[in-house]
């Protein structure tokens, strides 16, 4: 029974080494106490994409809106539900959506998250 339990653990601890905390410009998303945050999904090829999140951040870059794991790499995700899901694992849910102007002919969604 020790055995089982002590293999358990071990199992455990290797399963969650994995894990990685997402941040935006080096604070958590989980740390975020932002009422209000608007999402933008943007296509990074292969249909996947990453996630830009506005909070009301002072940032330097347009790319320290992305979201990133604790490597600092953009984390991707597998669509733009898939983001919006993970989001409502942090405790938001959907507010409004907007699309915002790329350029002349093409636009994309922008999601507004309201804090549960």
């Known amino acids: 029974m020790k055995k089982l ?15 990685k905390a997402q941040n935006v410009n080096g604070f958590k998303l989980s740390d975020i106490k932002a009422e209000y945050i608007e999402v933008k999904p ?4 292969g249909n996947t994409y990453i996630a830009r999140i506005d909070y009301g951040q002072k ?21 733009q539900m898939d983001c919006l899901n993970k989001l409502k694992d942090y405790g ?15 636009s994309r969604p922008v999601y507004v998250m309201k804090r549960k």
């Open 5 to 19: 339990i002590l293999a358990a653990a071990i199992a455990a601890c290797f399963g969650l080494s994995d894990a």
């Open 92 to 106: 938001y849910e959907l507010f409004n959506t907007y699309t915002d102007q790329i350029d002349k002919d093409g």
């Open 42 to 45: 943007i296509y990074d090829g």
């Open 59 to 79: 940032i330097k870059r347009v790319r320290d809106l992305n979201v990133k794991d604790d490597d600092g790499n953009d984390l991707i995700f597998n669509s």
